[in-house]
């Protein structure tokens, strides 16, 4: 990787994202190409991998178009659970050069490896990412991702550098200092939870910071879902420009896919992720336009291809080409997962649903949490939202009026009424990294 190759602070034609604009038949021959080695790769090193073709007859010649990739098995979270911590790798540990791990929510963690060349893969990924946001070298990047086996601190740093740009290596947390770093330093790039920076700016205005009078002019958000309702509050809020990113651990971490300019849907780097739709009850394949789960299969990954991986991540891949000229498809914001929706009094719910309703209604602060609760027998949803101060030290009036709303906002979205209760700033508690949305009390 050569520094000159890297964007310039004139914007225009990048080098380091040329692989966004391949012609589409390259593309495919490319794709096609990563996807029969991979394939061999995982044959022959993964036993778990190589008995599922076994048993349905397959083997890496199998793969002679990328319709083919159909044939082949998933791979599902519980692979990974089940083979903890090292079953999946395909590479000796001597190849591998660095470990990552999710949490999640229950038990053990799901552990991810990279080689050398797939940590270079990432950087570049990453840094095709923030050439997409508009980044170039010259920029100061505030990176308040979390450092550490979360893949995001990591990952945006290395992409961040990469590109030529400054890093400040912050990660999340101790929200005064990043407010001081990000108004002493220049700051021209900010990476975060959505739902973090929300909070940082929130702190920002109090402290008197005025975060429009900074030379902050981009912000980097993802591993969450954040709604459009939540965008449009932190620009008007900023004066910012926020950019999705999204991916996964299991993947890569972040740098799979990446909004643009256009901010209409996200460019999936698919010479290294190839993407595909499936219903998630039959496990069909489903034609671009269509919304169903969005499965992954890693074209270049040396220490854990990922074959057919379910993400349970509900979206669309987009099949029309997207103004800014990349010819790497895009996936639609992905709004839910398939395993987030709870289900109250009959009526399929999810957060995002509650979260578009919530920020329509003027007076409220995007910081809420939806309590699940049993009561004699009966499930019961509450939602928490805080209110600005004005509202709440308006007692009675205001906040009548702002309950009244969002109970009309909310029963239009879902079709029930659901528990409220307004509460003043700062009274949800705030996460440095993810928010937790929903807290199911129902069971224990
Ligand atoms: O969250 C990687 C990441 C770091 C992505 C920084 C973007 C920025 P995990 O912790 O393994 O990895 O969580 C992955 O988070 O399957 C989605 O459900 C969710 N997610 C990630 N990005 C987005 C997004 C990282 N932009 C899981 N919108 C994924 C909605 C997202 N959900």
Known sequence: MHHELWNDAAGGFHPVSAPDFLPE???REVQLRRLKAVVGRAYEKVPLFRQRLEKRGLTPESMQSLADIAKLPFTVKTDLRDTYPFGLFASPMADVVRLHASSGTTGKPIVVAYTREDVEVWAEVMTRTFAACGLHRGDIVQNAFGYGLFTGGLG???????????VIPISGGNTDRQIMVLRDFGVTAICATPSYFMHL???AMEMGVDLKAMPLRVGVFGAEPWSDAMRARIEADTGIKAFDIYGLSEIIGPGVASECSQHEGLHVFEDHFYPEIIDPETGEVLPDGSEGELVLTTLSKKAMPM???????ITAILPER?????TIRRIRRIGRRSDDMFIIRGVNVYPSQVEAALLNVEGTLPHYQI??????????????????PEVFSDKVRALEEVRARLAHAIEHILGIRVGLRLVGPHSIQRSEGKAKRVIDKRNG
């Open 201 to 203: 700016a929130e702190k």
């Open 156 to 166: 945006a740093h290395y992409g961040a550098e990469t590109l030529g740009a400054t």
């Open 25 to 27: 038949a390259q593309l």
């Open 322 to 326: 997207c103004g800014c000229g990349r």
């Open 307 to 313: 074959i057919r991986y379910r993400t349970r991540d």
């Open 371 to 388: 309590l699940l609760t049993r009561e004699q027998g009966l499930d019961q949803m509450t939602v928490e939202v805080e209110v600005t």
